[in-house]
């Protein structure tokens, strides 16, 4: 049956891979239609999201379409069925979509790698210093918009504590651990929970120094690089002015794995960063 609310991030991307796979077959959407039985209309709403599909029909496209690789085809079945409620559906009332599409992916990711410059990672967050970054947002938010961003954000964290965490791995350059949001009281309760997170199994904290940053290879962009089952579906998640991006065309994941090796060779390792922001803390 037709999707009856607008398609998730991951029904759109599962719709574009398939897409693409048609493409590198080098067959029209209608053509593509008549293998299979049903009209162009029918193919156009699949390859938009719009449209639920079967795992089989998915891996039965993936052979009509001479695709070779079998866990690409297989992680491409995985995603099929119809729309799956998460707790993040409640946010699409109140918040841009990209909020709800973003806890999705961190909800389905089997590894994030996050690079940030200027602030803190969403995920390590504490409340009182998420609360203060909304609250210094350039376009003043409403006290409930605030209330609801950081209840968005704190729920989004769950993927790291949850029985099967999701593997997270956060470069943060020495300007964000100095940035002073809400106070002397908030940057220290924020630079220990980082301390207590990096000691967590499924978490590493990396942090590029000021000083060698002759060798800092990164955009000064904040961004996450989402893994997915294979890495023809990673995601690239970016924060920008008007909200939250994602890409994942190929030449895009590639420059952003590129600028994650760089940053993380530019970064100390993990014993090394977690007593750099122990020093910090200590002269808060």
């Known amino acids: 049956m037709p999707a009856t609310h607008p398609p998730t991030l991951r029904q759109r991307r ?55 690789d079998d866990k690409l085809a297989d992680a491409l079945a995985d995603m099929t069925g119809g729309r799956t409620r998460g707790w993040w559906d409640e946010y699409r009332e109140y918040l841009p979509v990209g909020y709800a599409d973003l806890a999705e992916l961190e909800h389905h990711a089997y590894g994030i790698r996050a690079c940030l410059v200027i602030h803190i990672p969403g995920l390590l967050q504490t409340p009182d210093h998420a609360r203060a970054v909304f609250q210094s947002a350039a376009q ?8 609801h961003r950081l209840s968005h954000r704190m729920k989004r964290q769950g993927v790291l504590h ?14 964000a651990l100095r940035m002073e949001f809400g106070g002397l009281a908030t940057v220290r309760g924020q630079l220990e929970h980082l301390i207590t997170m990096s000691e967590m199994d499924n978490i590493t904290i990396r942090v590029v120094p000021f000083a060698g940053g002759g060798t800092f290879s990164g955009t000064g962009q904040s961004f996450d690089y989402v893994l997915g089952p294979v890495p023809q579906l990673d995601t690239v998640q970016l924060d920008v002015a008007p909200g939250i991006r994602f890409a994942d065309a190929d030449a895009d994941l590639a420059t952003y794995r590129a600028v994650v090796d760089r940053m ?17 803390l200590l002269s808060v």
């Open 14 to 68: 599962l719709g574009t891979e398939l897409r693409k796979l048609r493409e590198r077959a080098g067959l029209s959407s209608t053509a593509a239609a008549a293998r299979f039985g049903f009209q162009q209309a029918r193919m156009s709403m699949i390859e938009a999201g719009r449209h639920a599909v079967s795992a089989d029909r998915v891996r039965a496209m993936a052979r009509s379409y001479s695709c070779a």
């Open 140 to 147: 003043p938010m409403r006290a409930y918009d605030v209330e």
């Open 162 to 175: 949850r029985e099967n965490p999701v593997p997270y791995a956060a470069i943060i350059h020495e300007a």
């Open 264 to 280: 993380e060779e530019a970064s100390l390792d993990p014993v090394k960063s977690r007593d750099f922001i122990h020093g910090l």
